[in-house]
């Protein structure tokens, strides 16, 4: 098969990534028609959910490094390959424990996607385009995440087979992004006998300390996008009385289409003033999201989404920026995988706890408790981070 000269390529693996992404949020906006047609509970809801982290955690640990030995296009390939087999199984999907077999193999696909995506889009960067390759790779990452939801909802709102639709045309997307990679060039030189390993996770102790704070502000923003992308359709039929699933995906794009905004927009902001000002602005968001569960305003909600996003973008990027430039290169990959698990714990367990709550207390009291907690734990890392920038200042 011809290959793809480095312009088409690079253009290509961004696209190949882009539709990847989008499917794991397409079912946002389904869930509830999943909840009315199956008859399950929040708490339900939450759990299909959250074992898209699971798989996600699933690859990111146990093929994360595979690409490094194996060649980043058999493992491209892998994921296109478990995103398929998630919209099929999705398209023909009946009881519940279809439903999760369906959302492990999306996270299984974005797992591997994480990194060999982002590896093989620098890699096949032309010069004119490496230095903003990896940011170009992040827009694709966070973008398709929210465009999933936003032309799902779409679908479900406006077009026939609310709940077949949108992933009979994502498979059908998934094939043409196949033939793609089939003829991007291999950027890695892929050595006869190598062994892929699994990835380790560990801190070394001189980094402990900006870890901890960087990974409790990655906490608290990841658990704010497993809330919007889980839970906020139901929060917006039964606390804000707005039915429309367009809507519902709108929500869920703001949050996630500001996320991918400030991380490319304010990328040149010095490292200790982004962290800081993105723990601001998640306990901002946070103030919003609790004046829409109280008075239940659309606007207010959609405030608190784009605010947070931006709090959520920035301390995710500037933290892993922190974190990775005090580690040894050759540590790199495993303190990375570290924050990577931490983040992805986030946008499950909370949620779960979210849905156990809303069951026992009813979603707005639920929501008020959770968004509450977020915002403790984003001045809790506030406060850390700022020790941390005055110790070197006191030395």
């Known amino acids: 098969m011809p290959r793809l000269r480095s312009g088409p390529a690079f253009v290509g693996l961004l696209l190949t990534f882009t539709v990847v992404m989008i499917g794991t949020t397409v079912p946002t906006p389904m869930y509830g028609l999943y909840a009315s047609e199956l008859g399950f509970s929040e708490v339900v809801s939450t759990v ?33 390959a478990f995103s398929l087999l998630s919209a099929l199984v999705f398209l023909t999907a009946g009881p519940v424990p279809q439903l999760l077999v369906g959302r492990f193999l999306s996270g299984a696909s974005a797992g591997i996607f994480a990194g060999t995506a982002t590896s093989a889009v620098v890699e096949a960067a032309p010069e004119a385009w490496r230095a903003r390759a990896s940011f170009l790779a992040t827009a694709a990452n966070t973008g398709g995440l929210g465009l999933g939801p936003l032309l799902a909802g779409i679908a479900v709102q406006y077009l026939p087979a609310p709940l077949h639709l949108s992933f009979a045309v994502h498979a059908g997307l998934l094939v043409v992004v196949a033939v ?25 102790p001189e980094v402990r300390a900006t870890f901890v704070s960087a990974a409790t502000a990655g906490f608290a923003g990841f658990a704010v996008l497993g809330l919007f992308t889980a839970v906020s359709p139901k929060i917006l039929s039964d606390v804000i009385g707005v039915h429309n699933h367009a809507v519902a995906g709108l929500v869920v794009f703001a949050i996630l289409g500001s996320s991918t905004l400030a991380q490319i927009g304010l990328r040149r902001l ?22 829409a569960l109280l008075t239940g305003s659309l606007t207010a909600l959609v405030v608190g989404a784009v605010v947070s996003g931006v709090g959520q973008g920035v301390s995710f990027a500037s933290g892993l920026a922190a974190v990775g430039s005090l580690v040894p290169p050759e540590r790199r990959a495993e303190v990375t995988s570290t924050f990577f698990v931490v983040l992805y714990v986030a946008i499950s367990l909370p949620v779960v706890g979210e849905g156990l709550a809303a069951q026992a207390w009813g979603l707005r ?8 907690a977020v915002a403790a734990l984003a001045l809790v890392a506030l406060v850390a981070l700022l020790r941390l920038q005055r110790e070197p200042a006191r030395a």
């Open 270 to 291: 010095p490292r200790g003033v982004a962290l800081d000002g993105g723990c601001v602005a998640l306990v901002v968001g946070m103030g919003f999201i609790l004046l």
């Open 365 to 372: 009291t639920a929501g008020v408790v959770f968004t509450a």
């Open 180 to 204: 793609v990679v089939l003829a991007v060039p291999e950027t890695v030189d892929v050595r006869p006998g190598a062994r892929p390993r699994a990835q380790r996770l560990a801190v070394p």
């Open 48 to 80: 299909v959910f959250a074992v898209y982290a699971a798989g996600v955690l699933v690859a990111l640990l146990g093929f994360g490094r595979w690409s490094d030995t194996l060649g980043r296009r058999p493992l491209l390939l892998a994921g296109i």
